[in-house]
């Protein structure tokens, strides 16, 4: 670039040459092989060169003043902060005292945490410096110390999870490990028997809407654990929250959606609890169809266990319904028709605020415009000890309920039930025996529910739900001193 007098003005708004905002021209020049120069447009030259237009009026501006060579000066890193061992030790320590939650289901094949969804690296480092006013690490430290040190830490509840089996069988089949040579076609029957579940849950969910259909089709699934109150106080993150559960009903006949609620001071969420829940249901009277058909996955803490196939017996016996089966969907394919309702209740209670239990009920009645859910909220005497009567009357010894598919009872044989081991309908239904000895139909006719005891909350969770006092309305503290308040 050439710094040239101005050789021919134009007529411009000034009275003398000295107001005008231009005075020298900016010639480009562009060197040739030929040892001469050839002037070209701005343009041209930057695309030559590849630089910006602020750039070139950097260069013209010292070439202006007299500068002819451009020295850079940026410092570097010159002010660049160091951190020694006991900041980054503090990090740490800081990082591990928030209470964390595993995968639910994948904790065989995964370390994976989970913190709160309400937290996030930027609201940790603002509880940490309020925990250390007279601290200097920066954030961009205090974020390198997360990434390094906890890379199994993240800050979302898990929404899904994949199959260990699928897994698995992947693995060894990308691996062609010697030990497994039928990896492959495993891996094809596992995925063919799961499509088979869904294709059935679906067959079932669309007869279920006819008119003539004799059967009712349910699906039932417990949601994630639901906290409260739901506060964003730093002091919260690091304590122990009231759990609040839910368990989905899904009626597949007109699609409505029945939430049972309760919270931990009330039960906890075992297979008592989801006996009584359908219980309950049951009471309402909202069925009417006399047999019924139970989808649900395959956890055996909550649905795969005797106690609800004591429920079952029980209905059948009394003569709530001719017929009920319960079937079961593959482990780690289990999407159920309730996974949609708790998706849209997750959306609604991430823009609301629930402070007690009464909040979240509130906002699952709100969380759907059209054909809305219905919450049944659960008192402490619907809880009934449905386990203690299934220990008594029942052994599944000889059954091996792990392995079933599908369970049926009938009133044709009350005192036994019916197992398939898979989704064909060509397999028939194997009978077995489940009453122990000595028991007949006539013991689970006879059967008095006893109301299950009421848990109590821990000293640790009271202590962390009376430091929360002070930051709750009036309205909601006596809820929360009430809890405080039982004795242990």
Not at 260 to 269: V, Y
Not at 295 to 322: E, I, R, Y
Request: hydrophobic residues 35%.
């Amino acid at each position: 670039m050439q710094i040239t007098e101005i050789k021919r003005r134009r007529h411009g708004k000034y009275d003398h040459i000295a107001n005008s905002h231009r005075q020298c021209t900016v010639c480009y020049l562009i060197p040739f092989t030929d040892g001469h120069t050839r002037q070209v447009c701005k343009i041209t030259f930057q695309e030559i060169f590849g630089v910006r237009h602020r750039f070139l009026q950097t260069l013209q501006g010292r070439k202006k003043n007299g500068i002819s060579v451009y020295v850079d000066n940026r410092k570097g890193n010159a002010h660049r902060k160091t951190f020694n061992d006991s900041d980054q030790q503090k990090i740490k320590d800081h990082i591990n005292s928030f209470p964390r939650d595993e995968s639910h289901y994948g904790r065989a094949k995964s370390c994976k945490e989970y913190l709160s969804p309400d937290l996030n690296v930027s609201r940790m480092y603002n509880s940490y410096k309020a925990l250390y006013p007279q601290t200097s690490v920066s954030y961009k430290f205090y974020m390198s110390v997360f990434k390094k040190y906890f890379p199994h830490v993240s800050f979302h509840r898990p929404r899904t999870d994949t199959c260990k089996q699928c897994d698995m069988l992947h693995f060894q089949v990308q691996s062609n490990n010697e030990y497994s040579p039928n990896a492959k076609v495993q891996q094809q029957l596992h995925h063919k028997k799961y499509k088979r579940a869904m294709e059935l849950m679906s067959v079932d969910s669309a007869d279920s809407k006819l008119p003539n259909n004799e059967y009712t089709v349910l699906s039932i699934d417990m949601q994630q654990v639901l906290p409260v109150p739901t506060l964003t106080h730093s002091n919260m993150f690091y304590c122990r929250q009231l759990s609040c559960y839910n368990l989905g009903i899904h009626i597949s006949d007109d699609d409505t959606a029945h939430m049972c609620m309760w919270d931990e001071s009330m039960a906890s969420r075992g297979s008592s609890e989801v006996a009584s829940c359908l219980f309950k249901i049951f009471n309402l009277g909202i069925l009417k169809r006399k047999k019924l058909i139970i989808w649900s996955d395959n956890c055996t803490g909550q649905n795969k266990n005797s106690t609800v196939v004591l429920l079952m017996m029980f209905l059948v016996n009394l003569g709530w319904f001719q017929e009920i089966v319960h079937k079961f969907l593959v482990s780690g394919h289990s999407f159920l028709s309730c996974d949609r309702d708790f998706a849209i209740i997750e959306k609604r209670r991430r823009v609301s605020k629930a402070l007690v239990p009464q909040d979240l009920q509130r906002i699952v009645e709100s969380a759907k415009v059209f054909n809305p859910f219905h919450v049944v909220p659960m008192e402490a005497s619907d809880f009934f000890n449905f386990k203690n009567v299934a220990d008594t009357l029942l052994t599944l010894n000889k059954c091996n309920i792990s392995k079933c598919t599908m369970l049926k009872v009938s009133q044709s044989h009350p005192s036994t039930i019916a197992i398939k081991t898979t989704y064909s309908i060509l397999e028939q239904w194997k009978v077995v025996n489940v009453l122990k000895r000595g028991k007949s139909a006539i013991d689970i006719q006879q059967t008095l529910l006893q109301l299950k005891d009421q848990p109590r909350l821990s000293v640790e969770k009271k202590r962390d739900l009376s430091t929360m006092l002070p930051f709750l309305p009036e309205e909601h503290r006596e809820f929360y001193e009430t809890l405080i308040s039982t004795p242990v």
